[in-house]
Nanobody
């Protein structure tokens, strides 16, 4: 059974930073494509960033230049460094994983999900 456990969320002021972590119980973590999605109240879950097994990265336009996704295969962990946070970044952030070569930008492209961590950007 795959387990993904997110941590690092919290309350931060606009312009601040947070680093999210996602620890994965995957024996072959390095072959998984990993991603972060987020879901704000009343909205659909949306793509934030992905890092593929080959280390290629992709970002939503709304976070380009502010967020950085990375992974440490030795620690079975993926990170999301979030800088210059805005109130509109407020959401529950979810970690996702898959080995399938599908659509990496849609929730349906992932078959393993964490429980989420709340990020609130407010003064």
């Amino acid at each position: 059974q795959v387990q993904l456990v997110e941590s690092g969320g919290g309350l931060v002021q606009p312009g601040g930073s947070l680093r999210l972590s996602c620890a994965a119980s995957l024996r072959t973590f390095s072959i998984y494509h990993m991603a972060w999605f987020r879901q704000a109240p009343g909205k659909e879950r949306e793509f934030v960033a992905a890092i593929l097994s080959g280390l290629m990265t992709n970002y939503a336009d709304s976070v380009k230049g502010r967020f950085t996704i990375s992974r440490d295969n030795a620690k079975n962990t993926v990170y999301l460094q979030m800088n210059s946070l805005k109130p509109e970044d407020t959401a529950v952030y979810y970690c996702a994983a898959t080995t399938f070569e599908g659509n990496f930008y849609r929730p349906g492209g992932y078959d393993n999900w964490g429980q989420g961590t709340q990020v609130t950007v407010s003064s």
